[in-house]
Structures are given as structure tokens and as C-alpha cells.
């Protein structure tokens, strides 16, 4: 079909605004067409359903029974709205997603039974501006019928009467108004012609409303199918951060088992041979180079992943910290329950960065590290009684770490005036 | 000494045992993780456990948690703690189950002569703690605090003390004799306001909590 092919995809509105020529020979008057007739035929099937269920539920609510078959009428109305949305393909090339929750999600799954599906159906707003579309469809499908039936019916009798006189026949517009000569005949038929470019503008029209109306009122909004979609985003960026976590721990491991390991068990072989005097200085020397070697590598792997954040959590780590750091640091961060993994991780590395800031930069003589969590978010403060002036500029360790803590939805602030106190504060919300 | 060694690293299982042997001490059983070393003591009752942190299954503390579960249980029984990191916290922890505990980086074993004395003091009731802990502790840095009165030589000695070295040993490592080992100490205690006691534990314990809690 033409008028889908381009980047802008052209509205029925746009077709019909466009070359007369080009709509009516194209196919959107007979999409409209099929698109305005079938929808009486849908609607009355679901009338008569609900109409059904109705009576019958109604009869049979004294047995009980007849409040589930009265159940069923919302949810019938979920039935006819699909077959709507299918149906709004003639008119609209656009997706037309369901509005209900747990359709298209992964979760399907781990959704539970009829029971809890019914109770999620019936809660949603969905479900009853389906009702309300349905019962609004079944009332204008008398227009759907209406204006197709007369405006095509009454151009074909127009068209045809100069056959209609021929044979005979006359045509009454009315007391009095009647066509029966062929004199009359022609103009007429030339009217009912022109008649017929107006129907098919007509009901192309009416489909154009009736295809708004539905997708105003059976598919998600764009907008909250964005918003979805920036969840998920999210998520996978939170996802791909805690890989990049399980990673570090893996060559933390890979690090201690091998490496360190290795160079722990050759400085004991080296101090076996000084044992047995043997061994000269160089051996002495050769143990002094292992043991440096096996000191940076010890440093290298906290840098990578502290086991002592993985063994006893938040508080220990940060007082591990803080006795290396060469300015005094005081220590307050025991929380009632370890966070997540890769949130207590970024919430490790932050402290380290603003601690080794505070070393390089700040002056001060005495910093104060503090982790709380307030409700569901973990809330850490690092204070130094430095000469302020700190900036989070691009590229610095604090930017990457505020990038890390964003990850998990978390925000850095930093109010740091000439003169000090400065002030690192991080909200890292615990969701696990 | 009958020593059971828990380890999960052949190559520094077996250097430990070949050291262990050198200085004529069994190593009654060998394994390689927590439950094996429960089970292992149990079955051999030896006279000291030398144990890493990390080990099979979780690869944590593992080594650690059942040190202090055997300590719980048996509060007279040696143990000697080796990690390829220290922390104070860790320290601390074993410090709290009673004398008779040790926590040293893995490598000090390399200094073979000095990893098996500190062993045997262990294995005596002694106390021995890592010089990197007691480094780190003294080094962090306070204003105000009863620490900053001390004088070089009486860190030097806090230092020593902190590590659970004796009077003796002290004086050995400083040059010193053993009776300016003791006006040290004494001058120390006086500083710090602690009290001073016969038992060496209580005064590792006494000086690690010192350095760790003092006002900052």
C-alpha cells in the first residue's frame, strides 16, 4: 500500500486532505469502508453477549452463579477491545498496545492464578473505559450503518436513474419533487456521482473518528509506554553495574587464589632456604622482593574489591578506611541491615574517593564519615573541617563515582564554601 | 605440638607443614575448609589450630567464623589465625575470645624462625597480634588524645606491646635492657590511665583497645 511507504507515516487525515484524485483511487476509502461496516457486526455480537449475560446473570444471582456471569461483562468488554484494536490496524499502522498491566511483561510467569488475574483486571481503569467504549461503539454503530446505507445507496439510485426513467420508473425526492423524465435523469445521475466522491470522504472521515476514538480509549498512551520503557533502561543499567561488580569480585578471587597465593607460598620457600644457611644474601633479597611484590598486589586487590566490605559489611570497611587515612576520621556507619550488594559497594567507593580527596585537597585536620538509612534510602555524609572550595569537576574520581551512584538512582551533593565546612552528602534508594 | 592446619591452598599447605616439620611439630590433620576443621579438631584435639580466613565454600570469613565458633566452644584451645589481609576489626574479635590467639599476615611466614615463635607463644597462651595492625592503629592521627604524650621510644614499646611481644622480647627487639623495658611500660600505663596487669593478654587487650578507642 502506498500511503504507509516514507518516514512520516500518512494519516487517513493527511490522505484526505491531499490529491482527490489520489485518495479516491487509493485504499483508504475501502479500508474505511470495511473499517465503519464490520463495526456494527462486532459490536452487536457483544451486545447481544452482554445483553445475555446480563438477564441471565441477573436471573441466576439467588443460585449464586449469576454474580460471576455478571463478572463476565467487564471482562467481556476486555474481549471486544482486543478484537478492536485489531480492527484499528485497517485505519492506523501505529502499534496499538493493550492498556491492561502484565500482558507483555516478562513476568507472566510468576503472575499467579485466574484468581489474582480477575481481582488485577477488575481493579484497573482499563478494563472499565473498555466497558464504557464498548457500550459507546454498540450505540454508534447505528451511525457506522446510517451514514455509509445512505450516502451509497442514495448515490447508486441517483447514478442509476437515467436507467431507473428508462425503464419507467420515477424517483420521489418528496411530495411533489419527482425525477421522471430524462431530461431530469442526467443531472441527477451526474449529482448521485458526485454523491459518491462524498460518501467515500464521508465515511472515510467517520472511520477517522471512530479509529481516534478507539485508540484514545483502548491503547496505552504513548507517553506511559516511554515511561515504561526508561524503567527498564534503568534497570538494565543497574543490571550491567552489578555485572561489572560480580566482575571485580571474580578477579579479586582470581587475584588471592592465584597471584597472591603464589607469591605467599614462594616467600615461605625463600625463608625455608635462609633456614638452612645455605642461602646466601641474595636469597634474603629475593624474599624482600616477593614480600614488596605481594604488598602492592595487596593494595591493588582492596582497590578492586575490599574483603573486608564483603566479610563484615559497610561500618568495617569505612573504619578500615579510615585508619589508612593520614587525616583523622571519625566513624559512624553501622546500619540496621546490609544493602544491596552493588549499592553498598557504591556507597564503599564514594567514601573512598571522598576520603582520599579530603587527604589531597581539603587541608583539613579531622573528617567525619556517617551511613544511616532513612526509610528505604541509604543516606551517607562525609564532613571535613577543611578550607572548602571542593567542585565535582568532569573527569574527576568524584564525578565517575556520582555516575556509579546514579546507576542505582542514587544522587551526590556537594556544598563545599570558601572557608569550609565541605560536605559530601549521597541518597542511594534500597530497593532490593 | 600436634597442629591441625586448615588451608585451602596445597602450595601453602604443605609449606606449612614442611615448616611446621622443621621444628619437629606434627601437623595431626591438614584441611582444606571450615567444616573439615571443626571435624578435624574434634577428632585430633591438638594442641594449637592454624587456620586461614578465606576458604571454601563461600570464600569470605569462613576461617575466621570457625575460629571463634572453636574458641566459644573451647576457650583454652591455641589458635592462630593467618590471612593474606589484616583488619582490626578481625583483630579485635579474636582478641575478645581470651589469650591464646594469634592473627598474622600470611606472608610473616616467610620470616620462618620468628612465624614459629610467635607459634609457640600461641600455643602457651600467648597473645600475637600483626605489626600491620598495630601500625595502622598508631598511625592514625589524634589531637588531643592521651597517645600524642607518649614519646618515641614509649610508642616504640606500645608498638611492641600491641603485637603481644613480652618485656623481654621487647627489650631484645629494642636493644634495650629489660628494666627500661619496664619504666617504659610503666610511664605508658601511667599516660594512658590503664591499669597495669601481670597477664600479658589483658594488657594486648588493654592496648588495642587503647589505640582504637582512644578520643580523637
Not at chain 1, 441477573?58 to 478484537?83: D, E, K, Y
Amino acid at each position: 500500500m502506498s500511503a504507509a511507504t516514507g518516514s512520516a507515516r500518512p494519516t487517513v487525515w493527511r490522505a484526505m486532505a491531499g490529491n482527490p484524485l489520489r485518495f479516491l483511487f487509493s485504499a483508504w476509502p475501502w479500508r474505511a469502508l470495511v473499517y465503519v461496516v464490520t463495526g456494527p457486526v462486532v459490536g452487536t455480537v457483544w451486545l447481544l453477549t452482554a445483553i445475555l449475560l446480563v438477564i441471565v446473570g441477573t436471573l441466576l444471582i439467588p443460585v449464586g452463579i449469576g454474580i460471576a456471569l455478571l463478572l463476565c461483562v467487564p471482562l467481556s468488554a476486555i474481549a471486544f477491545a482486543a478484537v478492536e484494536r485489531r480492527r484499528l490496524g485497517l485505519m492506523d499502522r501505529r502499534p496499538a498496545p493493550s492498556p491492561h498491566l502484565g500482558v507483555d511483561r516478562a513476568d507472566r510467569a510468576d503472575r499467579p492464578g485466574l484468581r489474582s488475574w480477575l481481582r488485577l483486571r477488575l481493579r484497573e481503569t482499563a478494563t472499565w473505559r473498555e466497558l464504557g467504549y464498548a457500550l459507546l461503539a454498540a450505540l454508534l454503530s447505528v451511525v457506522d450503518l446510517v451514514v455509509p446505507f445512505t450516502f451509497f445507496v442514495g448515490a447508486f439510485v441517483q447514478v442509476s436513474a437515467p436507467a431507473l426513467v428508462g425503464n419507467g420508473d420515477q424517483i420521489m425526492y418528496g411530495p411533489g419533487v419527482t425525477v421522471d423524465t430524462p431530461g431530469e435523469a442526467w443531472p441527477v445521475a451526474v449529482a448521485g456521482a458526485l454523491m459518491a466522491v462524498v460518501a467515500f470522504y464521508a465515511v472515510t472521515a467517520l472511520a477517522g473518528a471512530r479509529a481516534a476514538l478507539a485508540r484514545a480509549l483502548l491503547v496505552r498512551p504513548v507517553a506511559e509506554e516511554l515511561g515504561e520503557r526508561l524503567v527498564e533502561v534503568r534497570a538494565s543499567r543497574a543490571r550491567l553495574a552489578d555485572a561489572f561488580e560480580i566482575e571485580r569480585r571474580r578477579i579479586e578471587r582470581d587475584l588471592h587464589d592465584g597471584a597472591q597465593q603464589r607469591l605467599t607460598g614462594l616467600i615461605m620457600t625463600l625463608g625455608l632456604a635462609r633456614l638452612d644457611g645455605s642461602a646466601g644474601e641474595l636469597v634474603e633479597r629475593a624474599q624482600d622482593e616477593a614480600r614488596a611484590a605481594l604488598a602492592e598486589l595487596r593494595d591493588l586487590v582492596r582497590g578492586i574489591h575490599p574483603s573486608v566490605l564483603t566479610d563484615r559489611g559497610l561500618h568495617a570497611a569505612v573504619e578500615s578506611l579510615a585508619e589508612r587515612s593520614p587525616v583523622r576520621v571519625e566513624v559512624d556507619a553501622r546500619l540496621p541491615a546490609r544493602p544491596p550488594e552493588g549499592v553498598e559497594s557504591a556507597a564503599y567507593f564514594v567514601i573512598a574517593e571522598a576520603l582520599a580527596n579530603v587527604a589531597k585537597h581539603s587541608g583539613a585536620s579531622a573528617a567525619r564519615v556517617t551511613a544511616r538509612t532513612d526509610g528505604r534510602t541509604l543516606v551517607l555524609e562525609i564532613r571535613d573541617d577543611g578550607s572548602g572550595g571542593a567542585r565535582v569537576s568532569a573527569g574527576s574520581g568524584l564525578q565517575g563515582l556520582a555516575d556509579r551512584v546514579a546507576v542505582y538512582d542514587g544522587t551526590v551533593r556537594l556544598s563545599s564554601p570558601p572557608g569550609g565546612p565541605t560536605i559530601l552528602r549521597v541518597e542511594i534508594p534500597c530497593e532490593s | 605440638m600436634r597442629v591441625v592446619i586448615a588451608e585451602d591452598s596445597v602450595l601453602l599447605r604443605e609449606g606449612l607443614g614442611q615448616i611446621l616439620a622443621r621444628f619437629d611439630h606434627e601437623v595431626v590433620a591438614a584441611v582444606e575448609d571450615a567444616p573439615g576443621l571443626a571435624a578435624a579438631v574434634a577428632e585430633h584435639r591438638p594442641d594449637i589450630v592454624v587456620t586461614d580466613v578465606r576458604m571454601p565454600p563461600g570464600f569470605r570469613d569462613e576461617g575466621l567464623r570457625a575460629a571463634l565458633a572453636l574458641r566459644a566452644a573451647r576457650p583454652e584451645l591455641p589458635i592462630l589465625v593467618l590471612s593474606q589481609y589484616v583488619e582490626q576489626s578481625y583483630a579485635s574479635d579474636l582478641l575478645q575470645t581470651g589469650g591464646g590467639v594469634g592473627y598474622l599476615l600470611k606472608d610473616r611466614v616467610g620470616e620462618v624462625a620468628e612465624f614459629v615463635d610467635a607459634l609457640e607463644r600461641v600455643a602457651a597462651g600467648g597473645t600475637v597480634i600483626d605489626p600491620e595492625v598495630v601500625r595502622r592503629l598508631l598511625a592514625r592521627r589524634r589531637e588531643d588524645s592521651p597517645l600524642e604524650r607518649l614519646t618515641a621510644r614509649e610508642r616504640e614499646v606500645i608498638a611492641l606491646m600491641a603485637e603481644g611481644r613480652s618485656n623481654g622480647a621487647i627489650a631484645r627487639a629494642l636493644v634495650v635492657s629489660e628494666a627500661a623495658v619496664i619504666k617504659h611500660v610503666g610511664s605508658i600505663f601511667t599516660k594512658l590511665d590503664l591499669y597495669q596487669t601481670a597477664d600479658d593478654h589483658r594488657r594486648v587487650l588493654a592496648v588495642i583497645t587503647q589505640l582504637r578507642d582512644a578520643p580523637r
